[in-house]
């Protein structure tokens, strides 16, 4: 009941005009942030710090932590309407929600996932401010071994993304796990494959090469295609159609507890539980076929995975001052620059501050589904700009955002090298998910292996001697037993 | 029934071949970086084994369809006619022109020069509208950038 | 210091009065900051904080920018082919930007010459710690129980060859028998989460990451490394008067600039960025978050950067050699 007086506090506190003012605006710039390409949320709320210098701490955070999910919207817009995600975290998006953009559907696919992602925030927020403390427990126990287990699980999903042939996306996942291995390595420190370029030694940035494999390549594609034919279909469906509905609706309850319970382990990353999701609904559908054609399971899954994530990825960081996110850290400096320290001792010396944050994460969240929703058709109907400009504006705000990055031209080049390379993949009919899997968890799964070895002194027994690991590696082999014996035979059958 | 045409299977190979290559290459670099350490797997470990892997299957697939087998879905197969590969070469042109310029000649110039450029080519005629749309492309993003973003876009000769 | 010397006599020589009017007339442009580090870690706070202070001075905006990767070796590559015209200086992170130029498989293109000490703004003492209820009291526990089961204490690091490490090895050298099982976690957030959840015995790491969390009593501290005790956590021993004298190790983050930048850019670069990093309200921030405001400029800077990457050489040969880095 303490816990209720907090919360009804902290609502009070939230919704008095000064800071519903704050999280309004910081709702607006996130979705602009998010939207504009490059500008990760990390990046813009890190320039948005020295502006919160000017605002008292209670309201520095609300308006930073607003911007943060109001980015995470924002990739969604730019990923349905032009294939290009605003941020990485949102390329799942693009595989569904961009079909549904031409096929005419482009503002019920907003919709859903503004929908979805104010049920799997508000969810999260919900579980944040009743049962933290355990669930911060639960996340403690995945350390470098577990998180191994989970990402090798993550990409042994692959085999859900795999279009007709698993060879196909076998080769696509092992050269994109190659590619993500150029750079510094986590045994010697030392780069790999860099030959002796110095922009290389931190490897091919991500968003470069997302931006090029789906945002350039698509618009390549499209610029083949006679023009007469590229107009969108004029009817703007915007609202999800009854046996939309259904199907959504599961995959929104669905994304939630896998955005979540993701979101609640330290450094997963926003991309992973939108891969989980996504794969898992299309596992449990009965027209698998339709994904990656516009189903809107496939959209409604991971953007509520997406929130659920944002969201949850709070808990740690609350309650054991642990940023799980590059921009959760940034959000850390702005407490420490107003002279806070997220953890235990934070709930205690400052209720009213950490209360009235966690309840803005609720009003921030209907803030965001109020701001967005009427302005889905307005979004829409970018897509009825003639192509001819729409393409070239495209290609600008994929130049755009490549540079200022990090004001380097090497991540323009990448991002059309990319480009010409995810062209050829759709020419070939080759998956392009698989691709983006490898080049994500690589990284991931040899530092967490390396750190577990160095933590047990070169000792392999540390992964079945730890419960929670040995269930992820056994579940991890269940996931690609079940695909192999699934596809091989077929595979084999038309060798 | 296969929708591969002929020219479509060569490029399918030549692809094909190309990243047999790149993994053999690979490999080969893998190696000379130790594949053991005191700890466990060496910095070449995952590198050279990714590399034997996906050789291995681009050599499947490679076999695949020289036997006339479909290696991939067939959605985009189609190769374009020559006005839609002539808009899609040019896009790809400007794209890597405006690499080219961006740090010498300065966002600005470049920015607008190729978006007027790609107008044309994509069959854009009147003139007002080229010159409108490059100067917001060119002048106004670099104002949004650089001084509300206060991100900043390469400067060229004269302060442009 | 002789091509620092070289430099200055060369610039003054060439062009006594067109040089004083250089600097009047610097900048006339925006100047770039930059950081080797993706946005929101420390360096990047203080660098926002004194860009924002110092641009009002400089009358031209001075724009952070951020470039991360490698353990900030993209940056320093970057900055060290920059025309040193003055509008682009960063960050130099000692002893990291030494340990990258001195481990030879990092294949760093810059040496120590590469850049112009401008002025440092930080110093930031290494800090050891443990978790509350740890079974290491203090210092001399820790090195007890190192030295009884040698090679099983898991001791973190944010980074392979950072200055955290170098403290490690610092520490076995002044207690010999005592032998540390390294472990190299990425940053200050991940020790803070693997020694909470019991998968490493003992943190190494900065004052500044952890001060706060050591006042409340969240985590024990078990030593400073320093000469003198830190003000912001005043009841930590120092490593000296625990009878570690030679275990000093700490991180800087200084401003620097691509080399040749004429002495009058140089100077009144310095001169403004030190009163930017004096400014009470500069101060005050920085304090906030536990890092201590240690100014040095120019020729005091460019002993310490000089003295540093001596020091570094010897633990980085070491480090290589090492079983377990």
């Known amino acids: 009941m303490d816990t209720l007086a907090h919360l009804a506090s902290g609502f009070a506190a939230a919704l008095s005009p000064a800071y519903l003012a704050y999280a309004f605006a910081g709702c607006v710039m996130g979705t602009l942030i998010g939207v504009l390409p490059g500008l990760g949320p990390a990046a813009g709320t890190a320039i948005l710090i020295p502006l919160t210098f000017k605002l008292d701490a209670t309201g520095a955070i609300i308006m930073l932590a607003a911007i943060y999910y109001g980015a995470m919207y924002g990739g969604t817009i730019t990923s349905v309407l032009i294939n290009v995600p605003g941020e990485a975290a949102s390329v799942i998006t693009c595989l569904d929600g961009h079909q549904m953009a031409k096929q005419g559907r482009a503002g019920t696919a907003l919709g859903i996932a503004a929908i979805g992602s104010f049920i799997g925030g508000l969810v999260a927020t919900l579980a944040l401010a009743l049962i933290a403390p355990p669930l911060a427990r639960f996340a403690l126990k995945f350390g470098p071994p577990e998180f191994f287990a989970l990402m090798l699980f993550g990409l042994c999903l692959v085999s859900g993304l795999a279009g007709r042939s698993l060879a196909g996306a076998g080769l696509m996942t092992a050269l994109g796990l190659l590619i993500s291995m150029i750079g510094i390595d986590p045994v010697r420190g030392a780069p790999r494959f860099a030959f002796g370029i110095a922009d290389l030694y931190d490897g091919l940035g991500l968003v470069p090469v997302v931006m090029g494999l789906f945002g350039v390549a698509e618009i390549l594609i499209t610029a083949e295609q006679p023009l007469r034919e590229v107009v969108r279909a004029r009817l703007e469906r915007l609202l999800p159609s009854r046996d939309e509905w259904r199907r959504a609706w599961g995959a929104i309850w669905r994304g939630t507890g896998i955005g979540f319970a993701l979101g609640l382990v330290p450094g997963i990353g926003a991309i992973v539980p939108t891969f989980v999701a996504y794969v898992a609904e299309k596992r449990l559908s009965k027209t698998p076929e339709e994904f990656g054609r516009g189903a809107i399971e496939g959209v409604a899954a991971p953007e509520t995975a997406n929130n659920a994530y944002a969201n949850a990825a709070m808990v740690p960081f609350l309650t054991l001052g642990i940023p799980s996110s590059p921009t959760i850290a940034v959000l850390m400096g702005a407490f420490i620059i107003n002279g806070l320290t997220p953890g235990p001792f934070l709930f205690q010396e400052r209720p009213d501050l950490v209360w009235a944050v966690i309840a803005s994460f609720f009003v921030g969240n209907a803030i965001l589904l109020v701001l967005n929703l009427p302005l889905v058709g307005l979004w829409a109907k970018i897509l009825h700009v003639p192509f001819r400009y729409l393409a070239v504006g495209v290609l600008l705000f994929c130049l755009v955002g490549a540079y200022s990055l990090q004001q380097s031209v090497f991540d323009v080049w990448v991002m059309i090298a990319s480009g010409m390379f995810g062209y050829l993949l759709r020419k070939l009919g080759l998956p392009l998910a698989p691709l983006l899997l490898g080049l994500i968890l690589g990284p991931a799964i040899e530092k967490s292996l390396r750190t577990s070895l160095e933590m047990s002194g070169g000792d392999f027994t540390i992964f079945v001697t730890r419960p929670l690991c040995l269930g992820l590696l056994i579940a991890a082999a269940a996931v690609l037993a079940g695909a192999a014996l699934k596809l091989a035979p077929r595979e084999l059958r038309a060798a | 029934m296969s929708l591969q045409s002929a020219s479509h299977r060569v490029v399918e190979r030549a692809v094909l071949v190309c990243l047999s290559a790149v993994f053999a290459a690979a490999a080969g670099i893998a190696y000379t970086y130790s594949l053991k350490d005191d700890l466990g797997p060496g910095a070449g470990f995952f590198p050279f084994w990714l590399a034997v892997i996906g050789g291995v299957l681009a050599l499947f697939l490679l076999a695949q369809s020289w036997r006339g087998r479909n290696i991939g879905d067939d959605g985009e197969a189609q190769w374009p006619d020559r006005p839609g590969a002539f808009r899609a070469a040019a896009l790809l042109a400007g794209l890597i022109l405006s690499a080219l310029l961006l740090e010498p000649a300065g966002f600005r110039i470049t920015a607008f020069f190729v978006t007027g450029a790609l107008l044309v080519a994509l069959g854009v005629r009147r003139p007002v509208v080229i010159a409108a749309f490059a100067l917001v492309a060119s002048f106004g993003l670099f104002h949004v950038f650089y001084h509300w973003l206060k991100v900043p876009l390469p400067v060229g000769p004269f302060g442009l | ?325």
């Open chain 3, 1 to 325: 210091m002789n091509s620092l010397l070289k430099h200055v006599a060369v610039a003054l020589a060439v062009a006594a009065g067109a040089g004083a009017a250089l600097a009047q007339e610097f900048p006339t442009r925006p100047v770039e900051l930059m950081v080797a580090f993706p946005p929101g870690g420390s360096t990047d706070i203080g660098a926002r904080v004194v860009a924002a202070i110092a641009e009002k001075q400089l009358g031209q905006p001075m724009v952070v920018v951020n470039k991360g990767g490698a353990g900030g070796q993209v940056g320093w590559t970057d900055m060290a082919r920059r025309k040193p015209d003055g509008y682009f200086i960063g960050y130099l992170n000692l002893p990291a930007t030494n340990t990258v130029i001195l481990d030879p498989e990092r294949k760093a293109i810059f040496g120590p010459d590469a850049f112009v000490p401008i002025i440092n703004q930080i110093l930031d003492p290494g800090l050891i710690w443990v978790r509350a209820d740890s079974p290491y009291k203090s210092l001399k526990d820790l090195v007890e129980a190192a030295r009884k089961s040698p090679n099983t204490i898991r001791t973190a690091t944010t980074g392979i060859l950072s200055d955290d490490h170098l403290a490690i090895l610092m520490l076995e050298e002044a207690a010999p028998g005592a032998v540390f099982r390294v472990v190299h976690l990425e940053g200050s957030a991940a020790q803070l989460k693997e020694v909470m959840a019991g998968n490493i015995d003992v943190a190494f790491d900065n004052v500044g990451a952890v001060a706060p969390r050591v006042r409340s009593g969240e985590i024990r501290a078990l030593a400073v490394l320093d000469p003198e005790r830190s003000k912001f956590v005043p009841d930590v021993p120092a490593t000296k008067e625990l009878g570690y004298p030679t275990v000093v190790s700490n991180s800087t983050r200084g401003i620097a600039g691509p080399k040749g930048m004429p002495a009058p850019v140089v100077a009144k670069l310095a001169a403004v960025l030190k009163k930017a990093m004096e400014d009470p309200d500069h101060v005050a921030k920085m304090e906030a978050a536990g890092l201590a405001v240690k100014i040095m400029v120019g020729a005091e800077y460019e002993r310490y950067y000089r003295e540093t990457h001596e020091k570094a050489k010897k633990y980085v040969e070491w480090a290589r050699s090492r079983q377990q880095r």
